[in-house]
């Protein structure tokens, strides 16, 4: 979105100076419609709103009673997007959505404690960072596996409950030249050092937690390859209680309907996928003997043998249709599915190209589909009538030609 032109004093970044302030008062600038949908940028000479940057989306919550949607910095002003417009001059309380930029703070600070430990253990940097409303994700530059993920798991819940306390520092240029830190960008001007004892020593512009005790719990949920790397998916705090009682909840419905333990769900799963296997290739082979039979039973015709029968599924049309070639038809074209609702078609032929036939089928009766010139598969839609007297026309007059 862009931002109005404003030329006033910098904004006082009270998330700066306490983390945890959920309300603050403050003096209204300047306020000016946005271009884009009908809200207002409103500038105050102090706020508690951390706008969107380093990852993480920016803070929501009230001026007054005219809700705060978004807040973005430029040059040192924070903006904050409004629903209504403010008056400037006024004097408004504004209140930030506690409980979401606490979960934020949990997931921020665990995301530098699992950075850190990535880093010291494997030398990978932290090439991206993405802090959403109901995951985060973290890239490394570097395979991690599963079992070292575990590891880094545990790690990094010693240090959360070793509580430690962390550390916010603005070094001078001359004292960050002599600093080990984690970076991911380039920062111009005065930067801000996060340190988490022992763990981590990262420049970040974010709030964070007090003290680690407060992150409750990093759980690394997901790990895929990642432009030769690896995407990490955390959740700390509440956000991680939440997604453990979505998951017991379900562990327990499906215990109850395997009538097995929570913890014991997984061998009771793996056993009833091996029956349903193993019914499934008793199955495969009752529907052959049947198709055999079906098989014998249909006239075959000239110039095309075609079968229509609704009851057919999976790979059954095309092996109904190898069986009807077995016992000579020229060209055989089998259908699937219902008038209503079309049909799936599969046509075979052991000496004649059936290309041209499913190309003609599909114009006529808005169909999809295409193969080799042995066998071709597809969808169309038509009367039973009509698309067995065209196929047996088309069929003719090519021949004669």
């Known amino acids: 979105m862009e931002l109005p032109e404003y030329t006033g004093d910098m ?25 884009e949908d009908g809200g207002f940028w409103t500038v105050l000479d102090q ?13 929501t919550g009230y001026l007054g009673e005219v809700k705060v949607l978004d807040a973005r910095e430029r040059d040192g002003v924070v903006y904050h997007r409004t629903e209504a417009p403010l008056e400037p001059g006024d004097l408004v ?77 603005y070094p001078s240029k001359e004292e960050l030249e002599q600093m080990e830190y984690r970076s991911k960008i380039e920062i111009e001007g005065q930067v801000r050092i996060v340190s988490v004892p022992g763990y981590d020593v990262c420049a970040c512009c974010a709030p964070h937690v007090k003290r680690t005790g407060e992150i ?33 909840a379900g562990a327990k419905e499906i215990g109850a309907l395997l009538c097995e333990k929570e913890n014991q769900i997984a061998g009771a799963v793996k056993r009833q996928k091996e029956e349903l296997e193993k019914q499934k290739y008793e199955n495969g082979k009752l529907v052959h003997q049947i198709l055999a039979y079906r098989a014998k039973e249909i006239q075959i015709e000239s110039p095309v043998t075609a079968v229509f029968d609704g009851s057919l599924a999976g790979d059954a049309p095309r092996e109904l249709m190898n069986l009807l070639l077995d016992r000579g038809a020229d060209i055989c074209a089998v259908f699937a599915g219902a008038e209503e609702d079309g049909y799936r078609y599969v046509i075979g032929s052991r000496q004649a190209d059936v290309r041209p036939l499913g190309k003609a089928m599909n114009s006529r009766f808005e169909g ?17 009538d009509e698309i067995r007297a065209f196929a047996e026309h088309f069929i003719k007059e090519n021949r004669e030609e």
């Not at 904004?11 to 271009?35: G, Q």
């Open 93 to 169: 309380c504004g209140r930030i959505d506690w409980e979401e930029r606490f979960e934020k703070m949990q997931q921020h600070t665990g995301e530098h404690i699992v950075s850190g430990l990535v880093h010291s253990r494997f030398g990978y940097n932290n090439v991206g960072f993405h802090l959403g409303s109901d995951y985060c994700t973290m890239d490394f530059d570097g395979p991690i596996t599963s079992e070292e993920l575990r590891q880094i798991e545990w790690e990094a819940n010693r240090a959360v409950v070793s509580d430690l306390e962390i550390l916010v520092q």
């Open 47 to 59: 706020t508690c709103f951390f706008p969107e940057g380093g990852g993480q989306y920016a803070d």
């Open 11 to 35: 904004t006082r970044k009270l998330f700066y100076e306490d983390s945890h302030r959920k309300e603050f008062e403050a003096r209204v600038l300047f306020c000016a419609a946005c271009k």
């Open 216 to 248: 409750g719990l990093i759980k690394l949920v997901n790990r895929m390859n990642y432009k030769g790397g690896e995407r990490i998916t955390m959740l700390c705090g509440f956000r991680a209680l939440r997604d453990y009682e979505v998951k017991l």
């Open 368 to 384: 999809r589909g295409g193969g080799k010139p042995g066998m071709i598969q597809g969808t169309l839609a038509g009367g039973q």
